[in-house]
């Protein structure tokens, strides 16, 4: 059917949307990550983005009477885009998640999210050094620039969906999608406009890295589900079989009770199992003998 048709047929129904709903979650990734390498890139060239619209909004915010209460509000909600803030919070999630399925892959995942996250943007900063908006230029590489991207911006969006991940697993639910969507824009939105109103960022440097936060949490979702299966396989390597175990646990069929098993006689002398291994092996014919298995066995040619 061409699109427009099936366009069409759909509309009016709901389906449209849930169509739409369901390949914006399986791309949303990827569109995160294009729409960060445009940030990324408009920087790098000095594009629109960060040379007309940063330096506008910033100025529209600067504008804003900044005394009373609103300033004072303004400042409290900075803090919880904080490290040392929204760390303890994430971590206490990941614990009960951790206590209710009884594993520690959500502690894992948590800190070797918020370790790379943490990584990435140090690098960042460093790396590009753009201007503090509160000097008021926003160009790259200006001594003691931190601006790119924004950390607050990152913590806030990483943590949100870090939450949202470990309240449903610890839950065993499947959060809807729109109540995740809703539950990360909200506090990356509140921390922009905040960020902003009190000029310590520019509007590149939050949505930057809002994107950084929540691709970051889906990288360590995927590595979780690649590693995760590997690890518990790797628990496994040296455990022998059950068919193995049965027989040394509980003795062939008719053998007395604490009789060793056939395989292993007892009481040889050291040396003894290293040449009775030798000589069988230089004789296979001995294997094929009708008393092989009573040679092999002390004691039952004698019963």
Known sequence: MPLGLRADALRGSGEHREALASWLAVRWPLLAGVALLGVLVDLLLGGPLTTVVDVRVHAWMAALPHTGPDLVAAHVLDHTGQRWLVTPVVVAAALWACRRRGSWSSLWLVLGTIFAMN?????????????LAVSGDPSLFVPGGQAFPSGHGANAASAAALVVLLVARARSTRIRRSTALVAVLVPSTVMTVVSLYLGFHWFSD??????????????????????????RRRRRIGVPPLHLVAP????????QPGDQPADLPADLPAGQ??????????????????????RRRPGAAAA
């Open 119 to 131: 990584v990435v943007i140090a690098v960042a900063k460093f790396t590009l050094a753009r201007g």
């Open 206 to 231: 939050l949505l930057a890295g809002a994107l950084l936060g929540v691709l970051v949490v889906r990288a360590g979702v995927a590595v979780e589900g690649w590693l995760g299966p590997r690890m």
């Open 273 to 294: 199992p290293a040449r009775l291994a030798s000589a069988r092996a230089a004789d296979p014919a001995r294997d094929r003998a009708p008393d092989a298995q009573l």
């Open 248 to 255: 040394l646990a509980s003795g062939r069929p008719g053998d």
